[in-house]
């Protein structure tokens, strides 16, 4: 198949793309620079020409600004137009392509398991419905950005990403100073659940939702048992051989890091992956200490 990937020089689509070219498939990269050989040219603000996809079998779309930052108003403002703009003009662009060649057939957007917001012990599944907060409406429009595409007879699949593990990038590299310093601890209460997946699994996943017929709209894309953050914690402590007994309380997260601590580290989800499990989908890495194990080694 030739796929084409957005996003393709960050921490997933970097491994997406070396998964696909492994397996046989042409993996193209679409950039904002002039493009070079295995690349096309697009502009996420500009109308994108349907013919560039017309020769394409699937499309991911994993572009878009990172959450990690200062939420000013300004801010938040340019992480929401960069899911929303991204995914509205490859979507039309899909949609045009379709109608005219029948390809792309496939179009897999990125999404993340925030649709659900702060939802304590209660347990999740793509039937669940969203939740409160910044991040949650984000995912929410960036969902609702593929309709067109689907729209025009696209299987269109939201990977609603979790906790990804992985040395280079997500949520685990910025965790690791300080528990190789034996400073980790658990964060707030401990009592938050985390849905964490393996980088191997969300590439596995997202591969696996270009192949596969059946999956369709929302994907939890996260392995298949979440933990306690407090568990997370002593998990990481345990790889790592450092203690992890000096806690980052809550009021602190709160006062340093305000709206985004609270939405990205005191926010409790405990999500299960229903859909893959329904289509099969085998987990390379299903318990917590293999994945933590694989991503430092």
Known sequence: MRILISGASGLIG????????????????????????GEVQWDPRQALDPAKLADSDAVVHLAGKNIAGLWTREFKQEVLESRICGTLTIAGAAAESYSKTGKPRVFVCASGMSYYGDRGDEILTEDSSPGPGFLADVVRQWEAATTVARDAGLRVASMRIGVVLARDGGALKPMLL???????????SGKQWWSWIALDDVVGATKFAIENESLQGPVNTVGPAPVPNAEFVRALGRTLHRPAIFPLPEFLIRNLLGEMGQELLLTSARVLPQKLNAAGYKFRYANLPDALAEALR
């Open 14 to 37: 970097s491994a997406l793309s070396r998964e696909l070219r492994a397996a046989g498939h042409e993996a193209i990269a679409l950039v904002r620079h002039p493009a070079g050989p």
């Open 178 to 188: 300080p528990f190789r310093l034996g400073l980790g601890g658990r964060v707030g």
